[in-house]
């Protein structure tokens, strides 16, 4: 499967919530958003931010699923979010009935995915965070398959019309 990639600095929790609101602005009910990183690195933070940039209401409460495995979330289109940290059966998929979710009618987004054969096999947009020593976080992103590489193609686009990292002051 060819990927396309681009790896982002990110300062603030401010830039994260913009990083947020550009995937937001491009990922469509039925796609894959594989989020990766250790525990603390902001995989949560960065869904919330998705979320609220899907029109999600503030009045909703967004956590991670660790012990649920599996929240639904209202929004301009209807998302899951998936934890599967704790999950350690390969089979333990078909039983939440998250690869019947991918091509549906709900974004997927599913944090700890990258251990799961059957996800990273799917079209998907993959997102890797680390903890920066300078500070901050780092963010690669990684289009896999058609409709991955064609969710960066447009989240590329929207970056370069309005970037994420600080902009210089007026006056």
Excluded: N
């Excluded at 919530?17 to 009910?29: H, T």
């Excluded at 503030?58 to 940290?85: C, K, M, N, Q, W």
């Excluded at 019309?161 to 002051?169: L, T």
């Amino acid at each position: 499967m060819s990927t396309e990639k681009a790896e982002l600095r990110l300062s603030s929790r401010g830039e994260t919530r913009r990083l947020g609101r550009r995937l937001a602005s491009v990922v469509e009910a039925g796609d894959l958003v594989l989020l990766e990183g250790e525990l603390g690195t902001g995989k949560t933070f960065l869904v919330r931010s998705i979320a609220r940039g899907l029109g999600v209401p503030a009045g909703v409460h967004i956590t991670s699923p660790t012990f649920d495995l599996v929240h639904e979330l209202p929004g301009r289109i209807p998302i899951v979010h998936a934890d599967l940290y704790r999950l350690g059966e390969d089979d333990a998929l078909a039983e939440l009935g998250l690869l019947d979710r991918i091509g549906g009618q709900a974004l997927l987004m599913v944090e700890w995915g990258e251990r799961f054969p059957e996800l990273r096999e799917s079209p998907h947009l993959s997102i890797v965070l680390s903890i920066d020593p300078q500070g901050g976080r780092s963010c690669r992103l990684r289009g896999e398959g058609p409709r991955g590489r064609e969710i960066f193609r447009k989240f590329q686009h929207a970056l370069a019309a309005d970037p994420i990292g600080r902009r210089p002051r007026a006056g």
